[in-house]
């Protein structure tokens, strides 16, 4: 039996979409506990008047477990109706973790297309040290997401690269250890993920560098923002349940377990766009295409090797980097991995 949790309840997008966040609240109650960064708080409230929605705090700690159900408890004792996340991944995947402990309703407000938190039903934790520490699968789908694309399209230009390059990584990690043509080389979900891993990836190669440079375009933000924080979660909500990490995020969480302070400033994206290197090698994707995906890169300012993520390339840290990247990623040629290893050290 399958049990896909894929899109949101509603997803809304345009100029102004915030101030839809009262009427969109109210279809699920009339006092919210508002969680968000302090900036992205800061952000939103110059559009609206979130006390008027209930109860705001500022989040400085990480996305841990522990925080999730302090913010549960406080909605069961302040009698919240529901929760609404702001600001990127780790806020809003706090908020949906909160949300799943409290089992009430969840909007999403995101502030930037860093990832692609706001959409999914999966909430990527870490302690409070900010070290890995799995995820949490949420019971039903998020409710509303509110992406008000003036808001976005003037996040800094590296969050929008970091977003667009884990993006771009859907369709190389779907055909990690598999050669797919048709429908009959895989299961459908998985073609499924193919299918749409291939227009992202040509939908953001494409138009990636003009919004690199100018996000004047609305329409073209928007169409950014739908294929970052919508279109690329039903790739990740139709790949769920495969138990098995692939290369870049293989190396994310890596680098998030073992690496924590070093790399405590590296964005999410940015740590993926490096496996994602890793991956194509691996994938032995045309030359080509893995030039224009590190040009991409370049033009963003993002890390291209190891180093850049502060990974001390020692003998030890090798052998724990292949050991974890083939148990976790069911790598079926350790020598080829090594090559691709090599390619980004």
């Not at 789908?141 to 694309?149: G, I, R």
Request: proline content about 2%; glycine content about 8%; overall charge negative.
């Amino acid at each position: 039996m399958q049990e896909l949790k894929v899109g949101a309840g509603r997803f809304v997008v345009g100029a102004k979409a915030i101030q839809n966040l009262k009427r969109e609240m109210q279809y699920f109650g009339k006092k919210a506990l508002i969680i968000g960064g302090p900036s992205s708080v800061d952000k939103v409230a110059e559009c609206v008047d979130l006390n008027d929605l209930g109860i705001v705090h500022r989040h400085t700690g990480e996305c841990s477990k522990r925080w999730a159900e302090d913010y549960s408890e406080i909605v069961k004792q302040e009698q919240c109706d529901l929760i609404i996340g702001i600001g990127g991944g780790k806020c809003i995947d706090l908020a949906k973790c909160a949300a799943t402990y409290a089992n009430c309703p969840i909007i999403t407000v995101p502030t930037s297309v860093a990832t692609c938190a706001a959409s999914s039903a999966v909430c990527i934790m870490y302690t409070d040290e900010g070290r890995s520490d799995g995820s949490v699968g949420m019971n039903r789908e998020v409710d509303v997401v509110l992406a008000d694309s003036e808001i976005i399209k003037n996040s800094p230009k590296r969050l929008w690269g970091a977003g667009l390059v884990d993006s771009l990584a859907k369709l190389p990690e779907v055909i990690h250890n598999l050669t797919i043509k048709n429908h009959k080389d895989c299961d459908l979900n998985k073609y499924i993920c193919y299918i749409n891993g291939k227009v992202i990836w040509e939908f953001i190669m494409g138009e990636g560098y003009v919004l690199a440079d100018d996000q004047k375009d609305l329409g073209l933000v928007e169409n950014m923002i739908v294929t970052n924080l919508i279109h690329t979660s039903i790739v990740s909500g139709f790949s769920s349940g495969s138990g098995q990490l692939a290369l870049a995020h293989g190396l994310y969480d890596f680098i998030r377990r073992e690496f924590v302070k070093e790399a405590k400033d590296i964005l999410h994206g940015e740590i993926v766009g490096v496996g994602l290197i890793m991956q194509m090698y691996y994938n032995g994707d045309d030359p080509q295409e893995i030039e224009n995906l590190k040009s991409f890169m370049e033009h963003f300012g993002m890390p291209m090797n190891l180093r850049d993520i502060h990974y001390e390339d020692t003998d030890d840290n090798r052998r724990k980097l292949i050991e974890y990247l083939t148990k976790s990623t069911n790598v079926t040629d350790v020598e080829r991995l090594e090559k691709a290893l090599e390619k980004i050290k």
